[in-house]
């Protein structure tokens, strides 16, 4: 899978450009691109040879489909990027995104919240694995 696009109501978050293409790979990295009406943003997130990637965190999401308390969270190896996600308990699903371009601290920023319904949580696990790999 070239992309993993996740887009509702005019928003798109993408991840796209994994490297090594192959998903039976260790995952070296990524990258993600924000798409809203009055922000446009992209980046690269690290993985760094090893199967930290966000693909356990949607499984885990479309297995608590119904909800769960407070936040499922994800964060890669090196930091530049965090997943927030939290269930509202009538099928709503925020994934609040924070993105640093890097470590200092005039380095951009960007925080993003993408949102999905609890009936789309199955199908974005599975997208989340062909282009992530399977969750370890």
């Not at 992309?3 to 978050?13: K, P, T, V």
């Not at 709503?92 to 924070?98: F, G, K, V, Y």
Request: charge should be negative.
């Amino acid at each position: 899978m070239d992309e993993f696009l996740i887009s509702y109501g005019g928003a798109e978050l993408a991840f796209f450009d994994r490297c090594p293409p192959d998903t039976s790979e260790e995952l070296e990295y990524f990258s993600l691109r924000i798409l809203s009406s009055d922000l446009t943003a992209k980046g690269r997130v690290y993985g760094g040879y090893c199967s930290s990637h966000p693909a356990h965190l949607f499984a885990e999401m479309a297995r608590q489909w119904d909800g769960w308390p407070g936040e499922l969270v994800w964060t890669s190896l090196e930091g530049e990027l965090t997943l927030r996600c939290s269930h509202d308990g009538l099928g709503h699903i925020s994934i609040c995104l924070d993105y640093r371009s890097g470590p200092m601290p005039d380095d951009w920023r960007v925080i993003f919240t993408a949102f999905a319904d609890a009936g789309q949580l199955e199908g974005l696990a599975k997208r989340a694995a062909i282009f992530f790999g399977q969750p370890s």
